[in-house]
């Protein structure tokens, strides 16, 4: 101590000074309701308090009092995010110091309960047998609103509080609320930008721990949650389960507006949005709105150009790493799944969704301006285009505006001219991959889509729906101008052409500009001499 005349009473036993009762037994302190004694002044007006409900220690920033000021300091950690207690281990850090040794003990104490199904081990057989129930599928504690049950007793109090809608863990930033501690310090993570879980292989660092694990199988290519009903396995328990309901076609969540059912909540809650046109995220940089935050994310890359998903058999980037997944599979060929009606097998998993109505004839998506119903979303945002005549899309390369964004990237290419899908059996590349699979069959001579009024067969969706109105004779396509029908939607747009006079394909090596791209290819030859 600096200051001098203080005496000062150290333990002989160890260093600290103020504690010598907690070696001698003493306990001097008793209750007069319990008669339970106490070897300090301060638990026994703390264990008082808890008897008579008193609490005078309130948070400032929600409704909770506590009737010691220790429980109140580490109960404000819980909203400001400070964990002063810091693993010299690894990077994890904790707000009590209770949580903080537990931890530690996950490096130094011995764990000699070996489970047999997997790789966990355990200090203790209590946990070993908690953990048994994982692999046993037992169940023993069950909600009394919904009948869910639960393998472990905290599974099932943190499940609980979906029904009570209790949400006491407050954000002092924004107005977020939420049913868990956890959950509310993985939240406090996006105001900080805090990511403390480092992958060792390539340095990415996420927020969660949890997420760092799923991480690290994308590099060991463990996929340790298998399909007992078909031969797919998944990296994560969450995916596995998804999936297993593309085979018993569970649909347990059901709109309360419409006839719609999901298999999962989350698929609900954002259908449910459709009906009440909520759309709670917003983009801060042009204000356009969303209904699911992912969606929000992915849409600010397309200001920022963040692309951080890297193919890693070419140079291509993705905004989001299903992009990417699908976008693996045009290297490996992989086409894992297989149409129960015939052989055909797709890629993508909403493929194989979208074939099958080829076989059932059902038509989910109904247009809300007129009768028309199709097999595919995109098909009906399409059409619901020829009802609005708005072009939001602007090219900043030349004057041209278009109704949907897919729309303008394609014609971006028409400039920039990136073209990242290369034939492997000759020198042509494609600025779509469904242009190059087009093109392959060129090659191999496939012809998948047969007619069912003639013997001939087509490489090409689209051809055989062509083909198909020459026996039909229906003609879908009308001019807004003189009320012309056209079988094929290329005819039409060619034909508006003479109307609007519009000549889009431009020579390089000279002005003169043409209405169709084969007219541009011919006159190209009076410049090169090369022959087609």
Known sequence: MARTGVKLYKCSHCEYRRHLRAHTGSKSHQCSNCNKAFAEKKYLIKQQRTQIGEKPYKCRHCEKAFSHCNTLKNHMRTHTGYRPYRCSYCSMAFSRNINFNRHLETHTVEKPYQCSYCDKAFSENEYLQSHLRIHAEIKPYQCRECEKTFTLKKSLVMHDRIHTGKREYKCNLCEGTFTHNISLINHLRTHSGEKPYKCSQCGKAFKRKFNLKIHQRSHTGEKPYQCNQCTRAFSYIGHLKYHLRTHIEEKSYQCRNCDKAFSISSQLKCHERIHIGDKPYQCSQCGKAFKEKCNLKMHQRTHTG???????????????????????????????????????????????????????????????????????????????????????????????????????????????????????????????????????????????????????????????????????????????????????????????????????????????????????????????????
């Open 306 to 532: 963040e692309k951080p998903y890297q193919c890693n058999q070419c140079t291509r980037a993705f905004y989001h790493t299903g992009h990417l997944k699908y976008h693996l599979r045009t290297h490996t060929g992989e086409k894992s799944y297989q149409c129960r009606n015939c052989d055909k097998a797709f890629s993508i998993s909403s493929q194989l969704k979208c074939h099958e109505r080829t076989h059932t004839g059902e038509k989910p998506y109904q247009c809300s301006q007129c009768d028309k119903a199709f097999t595919q979303k995109i098909s009906v945002i399409r059409h619901l285009v020829t009802h609005n005549r708005d072009k939001p899309y602007q090219c900043s390369h030349c004057d041209k505006a278009f109704s949907m964004s897919s729309q303008l990237n394609r014609h971006t290419i028409t400039h920039t001219g990136n073209k990242y899908f290369q034939c492997s059996q000759c020198d042509d590349t494609f600025s779509r991959n469904i242009a190059l699979i087009y093109h392959l069959r060129t090659h191999t001579g496939e012809k998948p889509y047969q007619c069912s009024h003639c013997d001939k067969a087509f490489s090409v969706s689209s051809t055989l729906k062509s083909h198909e109105r020459t026996h039909t004779g229906k003609k879908p396509y009308q001019c807004s101008h003189c009320n012309q029908n056209f079988s094929q939607k290329i005819t039409l747009i060619r034909h508006l052409r003479t109307h609007t006079r519009e000549k889009p394909y431009q020579c390089s090596h000279c002005n003169k500009a043409f209405s169709r791209s084969q007219h541009l290819k011919y006159h190209t030859i009076t410049h090169t001499g090369e022959k087609i």
